[in-house]
């Protein structure tokens, strides 16, 4: 990235209303930090814990600052050393009188500084790849984006549960999309659509209900094995005025009242095929005036509570409890994995439970961070079906 020519500007109020969401979680994850009653402080989970948090709270720093022109490595390097001094001062009061906790923050800041630099360093080359890409292929009667003002900001690829993937690539106009087959076999009858979108009330914190909003790709009668859809699509569109999602006709709802320039959405999505289907999430942030669009899977921070007995006080009686078809494909094969809400659904568990199991060894899981699935052998083991819905 080129030298900026001005200062980072400011956090806007839905950043720091996300960044005040991410803190909160920590705080009382950290309060559960101790190994036993009183000052004796387990700094390993605590380690843990705060290197989850700063990721997330840099996360939604620096895609703020990629969507600002004049962007550039500068910013983002201020953005992790904030978000370093901002994470360590979350720590509780017992905490910081504990001589273990003490002790430990120098290896805990460096810890979180480490962790930071490789999200710095890989958002950088990310950010001058596609500088150079808007410069040297400009479209054709076009005007071509600067090396400052990236129009995307995208994670290439996002891979669902059964090998299928929504991969994304930044076009002149915004984002088009293509799917990916990794599957071992063909898969049939596979498409895109929208299941519909949500706005960020910014006053609120928090998104709006949700809007349908027309999207649909066209069937592809089949997908081979390691292949992807020959043409990609547009996804996300925008001229500056109005961001679009399929084409520029298609803007995404924005309330009248709601003047904000800096807006996000959900956009919720679904790639099905005969045999199933994968939901998927976008966490969508667009400023008015501009074609820059940062995208990012959604995910919410768990909010587990490592010191509460293993103890269930939900009744075992729910009728979804142990329901087999939560776990199956159309087909009636099982899935491998599922995601943590249908995992709490087909269990009848809470998601602190959820979380206990997880840190017992009794539910095991795939992926790494937010990526983290439940492996539905785990989930049998501990709730074996229903003989009525197998």
């Known amino acids: 990235m080129e030298k900026p020519t001005a200062q980072k500007p400011p956090w806007p109020l839905y950043v720091l209303a996300e960044i005040g969401k991410i803190e909160a979680s920590t705080k009382e994850l950290l309060e559960g930090c101790t190994i036993i009653e009183g000052f004796l402080i387990d700094t390993e989970k605590a380690t843990e814990i ?49 001589l273990r906790y003490k002790e430990a923050v120098p290896s805990i800041a460096t810890d979180l500084r480490k962790a930071l630099q490789a999200r710095v360093d890989a958002r950088s080359a990310r950010f001058d790849a596609q500088a150079k890409s808007d410069i040297a292929q400009p479209s054709e009667g076009k005007t071509p984006v600067s090396a400052n003002e990236p129009n995307s900001t995208v994670p290439l690829e996002i891979c669902g549960p ?64 390691s292949c992807t859809t020959e043409k990609g699509r547009i996804l ?3 001229d500056g005025a109005k961001l679009s999602l399929g084409s520029p006709a298609n803007e995404l709802p924005w309330p009248d009242s709601d003047h904000s320039t800096e807006r996000r959405w959900l956009v919720k999505l679904r790639v099905s095929w005969h045999t199933g289907e994968w939901g998927i999430t976008l966490d969508v942030r667009w400023t008015v005036g501009t074609r820059t669009i940062v995208i990012e899977e959604y995910t919410e921070m768990a909010l587990p509570n490592w010191d509460v007995e293993l103890t269930d006080s939900r009744a075992d009686s729910s009728p979804e409890k142990g329901d087999a078809k939560l776990l199956q494909r159309s087909d009636g094969t099982l899935y491998e994995t599922v995601d943590f809400a249908r995992a709490e659904e087909y269990a009848d568990i809470t998601s602190r439970r959820r979380q206990q199991l997880m840190e017992a060894g009794i539910l095991r899981y795939r992926g790494k961070g937010q990526n983290r699935r439940i492996t539905v052998e785990s989930l049998i083991d501990y709730c074996p079906p229903k003989e009525d819905t197998k």
């Open 50 to 98: 705060m290197r989850a948090s700063a990721i997330e709270s840099f996360n939604a720093r620096a895609n703020y600052c990629e969507s600002q022109a004049g962007c550039c490595s500068a910013w983002l390097v201020e953005t992790a050393a904030e978000t370093v001094t901002s994470t360590l001062k979350l720590a509780p009061l017992k905490f910081v009188l504990g």
């Open 162 to 225: 059964d090998e299928i993937a929504l991969a994304m690539e930044w076009y002149q106009d915004g984002v088009v999309w293509k799917l990916k087959n990794y599957r071992n076999e063909t898969v049939a009858g596979i498409r895109l659509q929208s299941l519909g979108v949500q706005s960020f009330y910014a006053e609120h914190g928090t998104f709006r209900p949700l809007d349908e909003i027309a999207f649909g790709s066209p069937l592809y009668p089949e997908l081979k094995s």
């Open 236 to 238: 996300f569109w925008s």
